[in-house]
């Protein structure tokens, strides 16, 4: 049975606000497209976001916002607040570009919807004792800044996230349950002993041979894998034919779907890159690239006011999406804060995520128009939620829940440090 809280509650007022929130996004539009299209024609790559920092941060300061830029230490990180309410809600900004392929994951749609949504709510914010923060978050595609944004303390205090991000065509925009799968990256550097390779062979240790153990124990690893588990390596070897190469590097990652899954894999794969190592004779180190993403946490009162503004808006739900093969560090945010991270289809829009092609569709009219409606959707939750005392406390109840230490409920008192 569904909680009665989770689901949105009858509001005679609501309609009238939802339309003067539109309409106010209407207002704002123009200035939303322009943004989008800029980020768009100047793709910048993960931590040098510069320019879309500075445009988004100065679109936000010019509306009326506090900007704190450069937070956490990250010069592309900005978090832009408005408002004194009781309820914080945040909107994630996300800028970075793919190398080569430029906004082929439409970061441009997601910097304007999430930007446009705070415009169009601007206004109500007191009336609804808000507080809206919009975050800026650097390197998404590599780097993991929402996890360094957590741990420099950006997220304390929020109690509900939201974004979204445009995929190609769908046939529903329901986010209920929805999800993305955990992923880490690492980097193996094999460190071998170098010699001539024709005069005395023998006395090397050919770090490249470890390298092609490492890979072809992963290849053998990938009959074991689980439906919903992905493995990837990538070697960076370089080297002359006439030289025993003493040094190999292989940057590897690996997904699942689950936490424990995912701490399973990694054992197996690093195993696999130990065998390199024992069967040469190679010295091994292993270093972290960047934060592990975790999967995506939808939560249930967000998703169902999620759903009945995409009905409102006409765009259809046909049940969910289920897991989407790829992985985002929003995931991380909402283990910790009540979240949803809708995965909204461009209609129309072929080909696939981190393509030239959907980079083409990032941009199209349908993209443009599935960011406005993106941005209005995301206004509507956070003031339905906000005027519904029970989606409200139970929102509020879920980010304690969630804001707790392992193993102390919301409603405990964590004990003292010994």
Known sequence: MTDPASAPSADPAGAAARTAIAAAYAAARDEVHALSRAIHADPELAFAEHRAHDRCADLLETHGF??????????????????????????????????????????????????????????????????????????????????????????????????????????????????????????????????????????????NDAAVIAQVAAGLLRQRLRDGQRLSLVPQQSGVTNVVPELAIVDFECRALAMDEF??????????????????????????????????????????????????????????????????DMGNVSQRVPSIHPFVGITGAGGALHTREFAEHALSAEGLRLMDDAAVAMAWVIRDVAADPRAREAVLARAAELAAPAGVGAGDEAPVGE
């Open 263 to 328: 701490e399973q894999l990694q054992r197996s794969l690093v195993a696999c890159i130990e065998a390199g190592a024992l069967a040469t004779g190679c010295g091994l180190t292993i270093e972290e690239t960047e934060p592990v993403y975790e999967p995506l946490l939808q939560d249930e009162v967000l998703g169902r006011h999620w759903n009945a503004a995409m009905e409102r808006l006409g765009r259809p739900l046909a049940g969910s999406l289920g897991v989407m093969r790829a992985s985002t």
């Open 66 to 207: 506090t900007l704190e830029r450069g937070v956490a230490e990250l010069p592309t990180a900005f978090r832009a607040t408005r408002g004194t309410g009781s309820l914080v809600a945040s909107l994630c900004v996300e800028y970075d570009a793919l190398p080569e392929i430029g906004h082929g994951c439409g970061h441009n749609i997601i910097a304007g919807s999430s930007i446009g949504a705070a415009l169009a709510l601007a206004e109500q914010l007191a009336d609804l004792d808000v507080t809206l923060q919009v975050i800026g978050t650097p390197a998404e595609e590599h780097g993991g800044g929402k996890q360094l944004l957590i741990d420099r303390g950006v997220f304390e205090g929020v109690h509900l996230s939201l974004m979204t991000h445009a995929v190609p065509h769908t046939d529903t925009y329901d986010v209920l349950g929805s999800t993305s799968q955990a992923v880490g990256r690492w980097r193996a550097t094999y460190t071998g002993r170098a010699t001539h390779a024709a005069a005395n062979p023998s006395d090397g240790i050919n770090a």
